[in-house]
């Protein structure tokens, strides 16, 4: 059996029951029954109730003439992503600040979370990010078609004439299964190689030393965050815009 963290054998004690049963019933046998969950997925399940929790923490104070910290911090938020989203995408771009801020601050908890110890980064997983990057790859495509039409929306993979059809069509539809791979490559090996390096170094020199690499995974995890929103927010424009 792998190793756990103290999470997911909390989690694997109380689930296992219940969760191995439901897995066997979609066709998924898990190795071990009686820990069918493991580190990331447990990871990414507290990334989430983090979120939750911060959500409920700042809908419980909103306030126009007192707003507190944490309201300051979430309009500073999405503030700047609606912002980002205005200048690529254009006007009517604040629907889709939502799906952009949870995206990114998901990313960011779950970058930030493997610095305390008991715990590891999920996006340290292929898993996690590949999971990101198909949610990504599904919403921009279902906007595209919501805006445009299925039929219009295909078009632009046809490229501006019908003679080059034949030739646009695999390299786009090649183009767009690359950016799934893409975003997926580029936060995960960013994240474990992160979490290598500062581990590496905190078993060799655990006193001062470790506290450069600690700064360097903080300034990683926000711009890794902020490459997967960025780059979500060009393919989201590219989407949605009328003329490519």
């Not at 595209?144 to 030739?167: D, E, N």
Request: charged content about 10%; glycine content about 8%; overall charge negative.
């Amino acid at each position: 059996m792998p190793e756990q963290l103290w999470f997911t054998q909390l989690l694997n004690q109380h689930l296992a029951g219940v969760v191995t049963p439901l897995l066997q019933r979609i066709g998924f046998v898990p190795r071990y029954p009686e820990a069918p969950i493991s580190n990331f997925v447990a990871m990414e399940l507290l990334v989430f109730l983090i979120l939750i929790v911060f959500f409920v923490l700042v809908r419980a104070r909103l306030s126009v003439d007192r707003p507190g910290g944490l309201q300051h911090i979430m309009e500073a938020v999405e503030g700047f992503v609606n912002n980002q989203s205005e200048e690529i995408i254009g006007h009517h771009s604040e629907g889709f600040t939502p799906f952009l801020v949870v995206l990114g601050l998901f990313i960011l908890i779950g970058n930030l979370i493997g610095l305390v110890p008991g715990f590891e980064s999920p996006t340290a997983s292929g898993s996690v990010p590949l999971g990101c990057a198909i949610l990504t790859f599904f919403y921009y495509n279902f906007h595209g078609i919501r805006k445009q039409g299925l039929l219009k929306y295909l078009k632009h993979f046809t490229g501006p004439m019908p003679a080059l059809a034949p030739l646009m069509l695999p390299i786009e539809l090649f183009s767009h299964g690359a950016r799934v791979l893409s975003l997926t490559l580029r936060l995960y090996a960013n994240m474990f190689a992160g979490d290598m390096v500062t581990l590496v170094f905190m078993s060799l020199i655990p006193v001062l030393v470790p506290v450069v690499f600690l700064g360097l995974h903080i300034f990683v995890s926000l711009l890794q965050a902020y490459i997967f929103v960025l780059l979500t927010t060009v393919y989201l424009a590219g989407a949605v815009a009328e003329e490519h």
